[in-house]
């Protein structure tokens, strides 16, 4: 009867050891598990959210749209009213257009949307406006070197003017502003453009060909020196020539 109690008692302790030790593995499995109704509500909750980020974006979008809107009409009406001047109400329609891509650009990457056609939209406006900007700038150029041709030839007949009369003094004034004007009109080029290379080599042989016209020039003055005063001797006749009309 004793040893049929011992049997018993070791199977009942055997017993209870097995049920800690599956409700210890079931614990231990529990940890990590996450239930079809957490589940459900973790997506619903992340739903939600998305929801809500993409509705503030397409507001934010929207008013900042709005607001390019309204600028831009507040630009035509003092255009229209006489307010500004055509040039500075294209300045103007230009800076708010590419200023309002910018700040539709930063709400885009506030929210991290794709802003791929936005850029492109963006950098067109940009690339118009830098056109816009060299023409007018070339424009500029243009009178200024057209302007100071006319005072140029206009004192060569002023007799208070230093070229007044003196032929060679005007040419070689004028000669000075073409290359003026030519090499301002290169800074406004793109480099590597064919307009840009065209003009860069236009610059060189305008120097050059002056640079033969002083040479030719100081050939001529110096025979005529020769045949006016003979055979005197040449390194005189050199140093009047060079100091009326120095290379």
Known sequence: ALDKIARKTVTINETKAEGTGQTGTGTGTGTGYVSDADRKAEEAAANKEETERKKRFREELEEQKANNEQLQANNMVAYY?????????IKQKEDLTVQGYEKLQDIYRKYGENESKLAEELAKARFERQERETKESLDNI???YNDKKLEIEKSF????????????????????NDIEY?????????????EYVNLEYDITVKEKERQIE???????KLRSYREQWGMADNSIQEKIALDLHPL
């Open 81 to 89: 009213s006489g307010k500004i001047a055509y040039g500075e109400y």
């Open 142 to 144: 243009e009178r200024e």
């Open 157 to 176: 007949y002023d007799p208070n003017s230093s070229i007044y009369g003196n032929q060679e003094a005007l040419n070689e004034v004028l000669f000075e």
């Open 182 to 194: 030519m090499k301002k009109k290169l800074t406004m080029l793109r480099q590597g453009t064919e």
């Open 214 to 220: 002083l040479e030719e020039l100081w050939h001529e």
